[in-house]
């Protein structure tokens, strides 16, 4: 085994160096299996790996060849990685959401030989394009499918490979060979193949090794898609610190799972967040008297929570006292061990934040991107370096600056190797001094902590000359408990306007309150004291931002982006072209 510092120098190092520490039977992966939860040791794990890297061997597939999975999370998805990878080969994760036509740019410019599913809709699409995928061999299923071969009878080829041809195999994998081509979901533009090489991978996992802390028997809940790279590798790091990864059974059943296996901590993206801060303050108006008057000056003691400790000793008893009578029923609803929550993809509102941590639920947010393996900063419980409205301290083996416009450059050992087969695109964004530039508008203030304020692509211009960063805006709007969704447009005109998406389940409890009932979301919006309580929360809002941020003008609309559409990417990152084109006659009517 190759290791530096105690960690490995590639991926699949990662399950030997797991059993030198903690024997074969210590557990690793778990998945649930027929409503009971299923685990996974060390020595299962290397035994299975081993056999899927036989299989492949035998049927052909050599160093540099790229093999796809698009599969649900489950820890085969974990041992088909590591299996690709033990024999130089390459691994190219897809997301199981994207439609007919990604799968075939995607499978066809990597030249994909093999891939592996799991569900029948994926096999579907992929089965309706197979006479346009001329380099894809086989395709293999997790699950019995009728017209997809097998796993089990995949497996059952590799039984005339050797365990000496493996290792031999295994030898010949350096650290820098390349490990992984990601397709980036893109918010604009074609995928692009971001290439990541095992050094890539181990050097941002030596990064988080030090970060974060793992007590015996901590367990790890994940929900995530693994073909992100965010899950993927904070996925990793966790289990090279010894934590039990557990995968939800599906997207519908995050809260019960977490409720049964009682998490100590997770990653997970804003919406998520968003979804659980807008569930407690519903439960809040179901109160009554006392009760609801108790509620709501727990919420907002938790909404002023100083994230540096600074609080007065009233303060801190006041929190006290609503963990008593509030917080701890919130903790109870979800699985009552959380210790820290991992926050990446987009940034949150700070209040969010504020309140959860109060909550003993602490929000440790995070910046990265697939190209740089990915993480660049993040907030530490371990070191104490924390910041709510941060994205943290730039990790210790990259070298972050903001350039003249504000742009965060990056450089380091977890910055990719470049763009598969595409030399030009590479060159637009590593320059000539090897910094990655990011396309992210940041700051680092005066504690050495790194804050995103927008993209550089998104920046718009008004007719009176002012820039507008929507992000920044967007932020700010997002404070409101009634706007669940929002993009702010204003190029070439006088001032910024925006399209809303209310939050419909707080909007329905403001509409009875006020004795207002409508049959559809629709009628809904269109309602003149809706309008107007829209209009209540912006003006609010925008007292908060620069004479020329403000949002003069909205439309509200009746339903969420579409991923079917393409209006927002398989993180939830909305494609503002898209939008701004099937949004067309909205956006014209905000500027007559």
């Known amino acids: 085994m190759t290791i530096y510092d105690g960690l490995p120098l590639r991926t699949f190092d990662l399950l030997p160096k797991l059993e030198q520490e903690y024997g074969k039977e210590k557990p690793i992966l778990a998945e649930k299996e027929n409503g009971d939860w299923r685990t996974y040791n060390v020595g299962e794990a290397r035994s299975i790996v081993d056999a899927i890297s036989r299989s492949l061997i035998a049927i052909g597939i050599q160093q540099g060849d790229r093999v796809a999975i698009s599969s649900r999370n489950c820890p085969h998805w974990n041992f088909i990685d590591w299996g690709i990878q033990q024999i130089g080969a390459i691994t190219v994760p897809l997301y199981t959401t994207i ?30 394009i197979r006479n346009e995928l001329p380099t894809v061999q086989r395709v293999i299923s997790l699950k019995t499918l009728e017209g997809a071969k097998s ?52 050097s941002n996992t030596k990064c988080l090794d030090t970060l974060f802390e793992v007590k015996p028997g901590c367990r790890y809940f994940s929900y995530l898609p693994l073909s992100h790279i965010f899950e993927r590798q904070v996925t990793m790091a966790y289990m ?10 599906n997207m519908a059943t995050i809260v019960s799972d977490i409720n049964e296996v009682k998490p100590h901590v997770f990653t997970t993206i804003p919406r998520l967040l968003e979804k659980i801060h807008a569930n407690i303050l519903l439960k809040g108006k179901k109160l009554k008297g006392l009760k609801k008057w108790i509620f709501h000056w727990a919420i907002e003691l938790g909404y002023q929570f100083n994230d540096k400790h600074q609080n007065s000793r009233f303060y801190n ?21 959380i210790e820290v ?17 109060a909550m003993k639920m602490p929000v440790m947010e995070g910046y990265g991107l697939t190209e740089t393996s990915p993480v660049i900063a993040v907030n530490s419980p371990v070191t104490r370096n924390i910041k709510i409205g941060s994205v943290g ?5 990259v070298d972050v600056k903001i350039s003249d416009i504000g742009e965060i450059l990056v450089k380091g050992s977890t910055v990719m190797k470049g763009y598969y087969r595409a030399p030009e695109l590479t060159a637009e964004v590593i320059d000539a001094d090897g910094y ?33 960063s929507p992000a920044l805006v967007e932020n700010t709007m997002m404070e409101s408990p009634y706007i669940s969704s929002i993009i702010v447009v204003g190029e070439g005109q006088k001032f910024a306007g925006a399209l809303i998406i209310p939050n419909f389940d707080q909007l329905s409890i403001w509409c009875r309150e006020n004795h207002l009932s409508f049959i559809n979301n629709e009628l809904m919006i269109k309602d003149k004291a809706v309008i107007s309580l829209f209009r209540q929360e912006v003006d609010r809002l925008n007292k908060s931002l620069g004479d020329y941020e403000r949002v003069q ?12 559409k393409g209006e927002i990417t398989s993180t939830l990152k909305i494609r503002r072209d898209v939008i701004q084109r099937h949004y067309k006659a909205q956006i014209e009517r905000l500027f007559v």
């Open 99 to 128: 439609s007919e036509n990604d799968y075939k740019y995607n499978l066809n410019h990597a030249e994909a030989k093999l891939v592996f599913i799991s569900g029948q809709n994926i096999f579907r699409k992929i089965d309706t």
């Open 151 to 202: 796993f089990d009878d995949f497996l059952e080829l590799g039984k005339t490979v050797s365990p000496e041809r493996l290792e031999e195999a295994k030898a010949r994998v350096d650290r820098y060979d390349l490990a992984t081509v990601i397709y980036t979901s893109g918010t604009t533009g074609t995928p692009k193949g971001v290439m990541l090489t095992h050094d890539n991978l181990t």
């Open 240 to 249: 090279n610190l010894g934590a039990i990864v557990y995968y939800a059974e």
């Open 317 to 337: 008893w006041k929190l006290c006292l609503a963990d008593r009578l509030v917080y701890r029923q919130v903790r109870e609803g979800l699985g009552n061990s």
């Open 341 to 357: 929550i991992i926050l990446g993809g987009a940034s949150i509102q700070p209040k969010i934040s504020k309140l959860l941590t």
């Open 393 to 397: 301290f730039p990790v210790e083996n």
């Open 436 to 468: 990655f530039h990011t396309g992210d508008l940041g700051v680092i203030d005066s504690e050495g902590f790194l804050c995103l304020t927008g993209r550089v692509k998104e920046i718009f211009k008004t007719s009176m000359g002012k820039y507008v």
């Open 553 to 564: 003008r909205f439309e509200l609309l009746s339903s969420e982006w579409s991923a079917n």
